[in-house]
């Protein structure tokens, strides 16, 4: 972590390569793409369209997808927002630490870092 960084935990950045997406069901369920992820936090992108928005302070539930229809559904707290005209860069805590679908997205964390390490990736 650089000296500026202000995280408690490493955020990872998630490459392409991966199929994980989200979607805020208040928002409905269109696929966001998903920016970073960490042990308390996940960083992601929505395509506003002017009105679907997040506000910082706001809880929400967010389904984060590992694959079309595989999902762990987690509680969030909106921590940050930043307008980009269409786009909203939103970075939120989880405001859940206690369930199984939080406890099976530390372990996905886990599984990103060892990926990152040991895995190799085909150029298409």
């Keep these: 972590m650089s000296k500026t960084e202000k995280r408690r935990v490493r955020r990872r950045e998630i490459l392409e390569r991966f199929s994980f997406h989200v979607c805020v069901p208040k ?9 970073d992820i960490s042990e308390l936090g996940i960083g992601f ?3 506003t369209f002017g ?3 997040l506000d910082a302070g706001e809880i929400c539930e967010l389904r984060f ?14 921590v ?9 860069e939103v970075g939120a805590v989880f405001a859940e630490q206690q369930s199984g679908q939080y406890s099976a997205f530390v372990t996905l964390v886990k599984l990103v870092d060892q990926l990152a390490i040991s895995g190799a990736a085909e150029d298409h």
Excluded at 70 to 76: Q, R, V
Excluded at 80 to 88: E, N, S, T, V, Y
């Design 27 to 35: 928002l409905g369920f269109a696929r966001h793409q998903v920016r």
């Design 45 to 47: 992108e929505i395509e």
């Design 51 to 53: 009105e679907f928005r």
């Design 65 to 78: 997808y590992l694959n079309p229809s595989l999902f762990l559904t987690l509680s969030i707290e909106v």
């Design 80 to 88: 940050r927002q930043k307008d980009h005209g269409a786009i909203q």
